[in-house]
């Protein structure tokens, strides 16, 4: 009978540690998340900067005004060719960054 309470206790004791590592992985996940999030909320705002550098008097245009031109810009053919070397050139960034981990430079 003393056995059978020891199994009892241990298996208390594996399920408050089940629970302490299921708390831990949502701890986790929610850093990740807001990590994620935070990146996703400094690129905009750098994006955004970025863009009201570019264009005159952005404070005078709506937003609307400015996905339209977005779009427009975007669909052209000058827009299509550059989004094209900048994916090819993304590639190839990513070809030489895989290359030099795997040893084969620096």
Do not use: C, W
């Amino acid at each position: 009978m003393a056995e059978r309470k020891t199994l009892d206790e241990q298996i208390v004791i594996a399920r408050e540690e089940l629970k302490q590592k299921e708390n831990r992985i949502k701890e986790l996940m929610q850093k990740q998340k807001k990590a994620e999030r935070d990146a996703r909320t400094k690129r905009l705002i750098e994006r955004g900067a970025i863009l009201e550098s570019l264009i005159a008097e952005p404070l005078t245009l709506t937003n609307e005004q400015i996905k339209s031109f977005l779009e427009k810009t975007v669909a052209s053919s000058y827009g299509v060719s550059m989004r094209e070397k900048m994916r090819a050139t993304a590639g190839e960034a990513t070809a030489a960054i895989t290359e030099t981990v795997r040893g084969g430079g620096v």
